[in-house]
């Protein structure tokens, strides 16, 4: 069974601070790591991808990967209200699958 | 990034009806696309993943002849929920992916769907 691990939370923040999202996972031959962002009541959609170990940085997200861990992890940084949101961590190896975690519920506290 | 659009965004039928949700890739050619059930606060539940003109794989629980579906292009593939009750009201969403099994999905809007 392969699985992605997430803490449900919530987590809360307050508005301006780091909001620090983890993810485990079990499959050592996992390739591809996503974190989606799931508004309620609407689709996931994508925020960042990952491939190789280290961090990824792309406006006020980073990504960071640590296959030898089997960890990922996404940073927002100067979190705003609008980032409130359910944060999916989805991971793919070499067969046809994504498998996603259950999701990390974040609330930012204006 | 890549779009996906899902039709209808909402439906509510009669219990006993057969509901047909369409999910298409508009700029880029889905090889393989799948489908998702959403209960409120739930986490997204894989349902069934479709690669074009082969029949569909489904999860373990997930009933074959009730929920149909059909890829029959490298954009569009179709989910029919067959004799419909009201517990298969949910949220239903697709996603897409186009080619190396490692892509990004791209995630459809969802239908929502409700059964009376």
């Known amino acids: 069974q392969k699985e992605v691990e997430q803490n449900s939370g919530p987590l809360s923040v307050p508005e301006g601070a780091i909001a620090s999202l983890n993810c485990t996972y079990s499959d050592r031959g996992s390739q591809s790591f996503f974190w989606y962002r799931q508004y309620s009541g609407k689709s996931p959609e994508l925020i960042m991808f990952?491939?190789?170990?280290g961090d990824k940085e792309d406006g006020r997200f980073t990504a960071q990967l640590n296959k030898a861990s089997q960890y990922v992890s996404l940073l927002i940084r100067d979190s705003q209200p609008s980032d409130s949101a359910t944060y999916l961590c989805?991971?793919?190896?070499?067969?046809?699958?994504?498998?996603f975690g259950t999701g990390t519920s974040l609330t930012v506290i204006p | 990034g890549a779009v996906v659009s899902q039709h209808p965004s909402r439906v509510i039928c009669k219990s006993g009806t057969s509901v047909k949700i369409e999910c298409r890739s508009l700029?880029?050619?889905?090889?393989?696309m799948f489908w998702y059930r959403q209960f409120p606060k739930k986490s997204l539940m894989l349902m069934a993943t479709?690669?074009?003109?082969?029949?569909?794989?489904?999860e373990q629980g997930v009933e074959k002849d009730k929920f149909l579906i059909n890829h029959a292009s490298l954009t569009l593939s179709t989910l029919t929920v067959t004799s419909a009750h009201p517990e298969d009201s949910s949220f239903y969403i697709c996603?897409?992916?186009?080619?190396?099994?490692?892509?990004?999905?791209?995630f459809g809007p969802g239908t929502r769907l409700t059964v009376l």
């Open positions: 996603s897409a992916r186009s080619g190396a099994s490692t892509d990004t999905q791209y």
């Open positions: 989805a991971v793919a190896g070499l067969g046809n699958q994504f498998y």
């Open positions: 700029d880029f050619q889905a090889t393989t």
């Open positions: 990952i491939y190789s170990n």
């Open positions: 479709s690669n074009e003109g082969s029949k569909a794989t489904y």
